[in-house]
């Protein structure tokens, strides 16, 4: 919340003087060291104005661009890609390890009130898994 006021203040006083960039598209590639820690970073860019618009990600580099840049919104998660596809429980009934699918549900549902949206851009949540 505090983010979204530091940008209307710097918008509406006019304080700003960055340019609305295009964000172009990026498709992580797991690489074999990612597979073995078991997860990768994936960052996501939106216009602030429009929280409609579509949401696009990008690479760690140009979300850096973006960083200072108040007419983007931007988030980013932890993706599992490695681990069990059914939640583990231990004798007494406790979660050992939650599934895959969950740990990323889990990573999305914490950045909704940011990008509410993202959600639908990832409807996949066993996208790159490897087992």
């Known amino acids: ?11 509406s006083r ?3 003087t960055g340019n609305v960039l295009n964000a172009k598209a990026f498709i992580p590639t797991p690489s074999e060291f990612d597979y073995k820690k078991g997860f990768i970073r994936r ?25 200072n840049n108040p007419y983007y919104t931007l988030v980013f998660l932890t993706w599992r890609i490695k ?5 583990e429980y231990n004798e007494d009934g406790s979660i050992m390890d939650k599934s895959v699918s969950e740990s990323n549900r889990i990573a999305i549902s914490l950045v909704k ?7 639908l851009y990832l409807p996949n949540l066993l996208q ?3 087992s």
Do not use: C, H, W
């Not at 681990?83 to 939640?87: D, F, V």
């Not at 009130?113 to 959600?119: A, G, H, V, W």
């Open 1 to 11: 919340m505090e983010n979204n006021k530091n940008r209307y203040t710097q918008i």
């Open 14 to 16: 006019g304080k700003f």
């Open 43 to 67: 960052y996501f860019v939106q216009k602030t104005n429009d929280k409609s618009a579509p949401i696009t990600e990008v690479n760690s580099f140009n979300f850096g661009r973006y960083k």
């Open 83 to 87: 681990g069990p596809k059914t939640t």
């Open 113 to 119: 009130d940011t990008m509410p949206n993202l959600k």
């Open 128 to 130: 790159f898994y490897k």
